[in-house]
């Protein structure tokens, strides 16, 4: 199941923009509920977000309480090498 705290970590992680629709294909889930985690995420203070307004919103998440990398660059920086698939939490 998709979480927004999921989809924000793999939006920062991407750099990219993303709609309703993007997102939910990437996250294997529909678009109405994409848009409800777009929602939390842009309306949530931890995350920074730019987005390009309506009609056809796409938003891009810029930092996760104030972290402008994902979690996974910062663990394989700590490793100094990419973490093995197996290990990861996801």
């Known amino acids: 199941m998709a979480s927004t705290e999921k989809a924000a970590e793999l939006m920062l992680e991407t750099g990219e923009f993303f709609t309703a629709q993007s997102l939910g294909k990437v996250l ?4 109405n509920k ?18 390009t307004g309506v ?21 394989n920086q700590a490793l100094l090498f990419a973490r093995p698939p197996m290990l990861a939490n996801e």
């Open 28 to 31: 294997s889930i529909s678009a």
């Open 34 to 51: 994409a848009s409800a985690l777009l929602y939390n995420i842009r309306t949530t203070n931890k995350y920074k977000t730019v987005d």
């Open 55 to 75: 009609p056809n919103r796409k938003v891009k998440v810029v930092s996760i309480y104030g972290r402008k990398s994902s979690m996974r660059s910062l663990q």
